[in-house]
């Protein structure tokens, strides 16, 4: 091997070595220990900067929590430095006393005092319990019948409730793509129907027919679902002609009244 061809060997190797040297560098990405902006080779070390002020996290303490699924690490404490730099550190059990703990164990608005360092914070936690909001849909009987779109674990079942003899539906649902989708549909056996179900650019088209006529509550067809469920933004789509029907009190086929709902829990 001539001199260039070493050379040129050579060169090739030293920039693989810098390009897996950066790329190692970039690897770090746990929020709670970024690589320092000075030193990109170590990661910060927070304990030992100076705190310049501690803030509630407007956005975490802003939102709504089931219930169910409400963890204190999902609250966090803004923290800000004297160099500039700030990070969110979650809330820990021991920066609440006995009686504020206490009472994230119901539904409802909390307020509560958050210790961190030698400060006390004021703030209010929003929990929910989104299953109630699930039951006893058609009570004034405005509607012929309801179906509801209801999560269990990583599926979505939808829910038939009807007084009145259900045939089928037609219909057209909206959700946020970037954030959820669902597949494998299924046509419950206890529905003993057909249903032919399309997801497309953050739309469901659902055509549904009962081989026999359907009342009480039945799951009428479900989904595998992945993503974030809560805040997909699913709904029915209003501009739609969403079309249901059913046996009327007379035994002829009419159009139903439907409230199509989607819980949030």
Not at 218 to 228: K, P, R
Request: hydrophobic letters at 35%.
């Amino acid at each position: 091997m001539n001199k260039t061809m070493r050379f040129k060997l050579f060169s090739v190797l030293v920039i693989l070595m810098l390009s897996l040297c950066l790329l190692l560098v970039g690897c770090n990405d746990d929020p709670d220990d970024p690589v320092d902006p000075d030193d990109p080779g170590t990661e910060i070390d927070w304990d030992s900067k100076t705190i310049d002020h501690v803030e509630v996290d407007s956005v975490s303490f802003g939102e709504e929590y089931d219930i169910d699924d409400f963890k204190l690490e999902d609250l966090k404490m803004h923290v800000y430095y004297t160099d500039g730099m700030d990070r969110l550190v979650p809330c820990t059990r021991d920066m609440f006393d006995d009686g504020d703990y206490d009472k994230l164990a119901n539904p409802g608005t909390k307020k509560v005092i958050i210790y961190f360092g030698d400060e006390e914070f004021e703030a209010k936690i929003y929990i929910v319990d989104y299953a109630l909001y699930d039951e006893d849909l058609n009570r004034k009987k405005e509607y012929d019948a309801v179906i509801k779109a209801i999560r269990k674990d990583n599926k979505l079942e939808f829910i038939l409730e009807s007084e009145n003899n259900f045939a089928g539906v037609q219909a057209k649902y909206v959700f946020d793509k970037d954030k959820f989708n669902m597949t494998n549909f299924k046509v419950s056996d206890t529905a003993d129907s057909y249903g032919n179900f399309e997801v497309k650019d953050g739309e469901l088209y659902i055509s549904f027919m009962s081989a026999k006529n359907l009342k009480g509550e039945v799951v009428l067809f479900s989904c595998d679902i992945s993503g974030d469920f809560r805040h997909s933004g699913l709904t029915i789509d209003e501009n739609y002609a969403n079309r249901a029907y059913g046996i009327g009190e007379e035994s002829t086929e009419r159009l139903f009244k439907i409230l199509y709902h989607v819980s949030k829990k």
